[in-house]
Nanobody, 123 residues
Framework: QVQLVESGGGSVQAGGSLKLSCAAS????????MGWYRQARGKQREPVSR???????RYADSVKGRFTISQDNARNTLYLQMNSLKTEDTAVYYC?????????????????WGQGTQVTVSS
């Protein structure tokens, strides 16, 4: 079982920065990667950024050039550095592990989610 705990959310003015952390435990090595997702009020959850086991990163167009995903494999921790924040970045941010082995089915499609951390950007 993979367990994920996010931290680092809070309130910041537009143009400011925040750094989110996700502490992982369990068998994350069975997963293809980890990522950050967010869900704004009245909106569906959407992917923000992902990093695969080989270090390849992907970003949503809306955050390219502003956000940076990274990981500390030794500490099994995922980070999201968010710079030049905009009001539209306001959302609950969730850490996830994706492409994880499902022992029951034999598939590698299991997702694990953290509890989320609120990010509020004011103008």
């Amino acid at each position: 079982q993979v367990q994920l705990v996010e931290s680092g959310g809070g309130s910041v003015q537009a143009g400011g920065s925040l750094k989110l952390s996700c502490a992982a435990s369990g068998y994350t090595f069975s997963c293809r990667g980890m990522g950050w997702y967010r869900q704004a009020r009245g909106k569906q959850r959407e992917p923000v950024s992902r990093i695969s086991r080989d270090g390849t990163t992907r970003y949503a167009d809306s955050v390219k050039g502003r956000f940076t995903i990274s990981q500390d494999n030794a500490r099994n921790t995922l980070y999201l550095q968010m710079n030049s924040l905009k009001t539209e970045d306001t959302a609950v941010y969730y850490c996830a592990a994706y492409g994880c082995l499902n022992a029951g089915s034999g598939d590698s499609t299991q997702y694990y989610w953290g509890q989320g951390t609120q990010v509020t950007v004011s103008s």
